[in-house]
């Protein structure tokens, strides 16, 4: 059985990716959770599960994935579901979710990922709502090409998983969104994992700095 390692899932991004993945499609899996020290680099402590000090990382016996990424593409090959079985699906989800992987660091610095609270932005710069908007515009296309009610198509899929933490973002921040993409963030907060993830998010110690 695969063992997932995250963080708090208050905060952690990363961690909640591959384990939403896991869970919507339910894959077995043991989380093993570590916490991130108060106001401390808790990479030493990673590092005695995780070769970059880093989370997410997945243990399959003696094999170690260390990247959200290369976790999922992994878990892929075990289970095909965990991306779309239409080659047109498959291609733009994999596209939009490297995308997702690699950009959108305005959107990251300013609108930190914490599940539990809700706040509202005094001003959004233009370089956020240019993330937004190229988000926005991703999620449309998605769901309108592939005409589902996920992102590529009738089927959860790893592309979903992908931009979960944006979900987040967009209610704690109050983030505007499309109509057609605010139904897939509103079909998102009520999937049983998002709210298993929120509600176990709410029961762990805070960080304070």
């Known amino acids: 059985m695969y063992i997932l390692w995250i963080a708090n899932k208050t905060y952690s991004s990363w961690s909640l990716r591959p384990w939403i993945l896991l869970k919507a499609l339910d894959i077995p899996f043991n989380e093993q959770l570590s916490y991130f020290e108060d106001g401390k680099n808790s990479h030493e402590k990673f590092k005695t599960f995780s070769p970059t000090g880093l989370v997410p ?33 498959r291609a733009w989800a994999r596209s ?25 932005l005094n001003e959004v710069a ?18 309108t090409k592939f005409g589902g009610e996920w992102l590529a198509g009738d089927q959860f899929t790893a592309v979903d998983a992908f931009y979960a933490p944006v979900v ?36 762990e110690p805070k960080i304070t700095h």
């Open 57 to 89: 990382c997945l243990i399959d016996g003696d094999i170690t994935v260390w990247d959200s990424l290369a976790i999922v593409e992994y878990i892929a090959e075990d289970y095909a579901q965990a991306w779309p079985s239409d080659k047109t699906a």
């Open 126 to 143: 233009l370089e956020l709502q240019s993330d937004i908007d190229r988000i926005d515009a991703l999620w449309s296309e998605g769901l």
């Open 96 to 120: 939009a979710a490297a995308e997702m992987h690699s950009g959108f660091a305005t959107l990251r610095n300013i609108c930190t990922m914490n599940c539990l609270i809700r706040t509202e």
């Open 168 to 203: 987040f973002r967009a209610q704690t921040y109050g983030l505007k969104f499309s109509p057609v993409s605010q139904r897939w963030i509103d079909r998102m907060l009520k999937l049983p994992a998002m709210v298993e993830w929120m509600e176990a998010g709410a029961q």
